[in-house]
């Protein structure tokens, strides 16, 4: 079992930034690639980010290419994901996720097994 807790999340306005974290326990960190997903209301999940298990490979949908930056620290067992140039579009809960694998990285929502609770993140006009 992995467990996930994600922070960070809050209320910006249009343009500005935060930073989500995701801090894990449980098992090996670095045998876990971790991805980033949102669902705002009324919506599927999507996927927005991913880093493969050593940080060395990054994954961005469209949408967020170029504004947002994932990262980890294998040190401290914790994913962050940097965002910049919100927009209201933005607006979602954010959920990291945890997917066993030091190879190819799966953007797919099913390949993660392990999700945190989600953390709120607001962009307003």
């Known amino acids: 079992q992995v467990q996930l807790v994600e922070s960070g999340g809050g209320l910006v306005q249009a343009g500005g930034s935060l930073r989500l974290s995701c801090a894990a326990s449980?098992?090996?960190?670095?045998?876990?690639?971790m991805g980033w997903f949102r669902q705002a209301p009324g919506k599927e999940r999507e996927f927005v980010a991913a880093i493969n298990w050593s940080g060395e490979s990054t994954y961005y949908a469209d949408s967020v290419k170029g504004r947002f930056t994932g990262s980890r620290d294998n040190a401290k067992n914790t994913v962050y994901l940097d965002m910049n140039s919100l927009n209201p579009e933005d607006t979602a809960v954010y959920f990291c996720?945890?997917?066993?694998?030091?190879?190819?990285?799966?953007?797919?929502?099913?390949?993660?097994?392990?999700w945190g609770q989600g953390t709120q993140v607001t962009v307003s006009s």
């Open positions: 449980g098992r090996t960190f670095s045998n876990y690639a």
């Open positions: 996720a945890a997917q066993r694998t030091r190879g190819r990285v799966d953007v797919r929502l099913y390949a993660y097994a392990y």
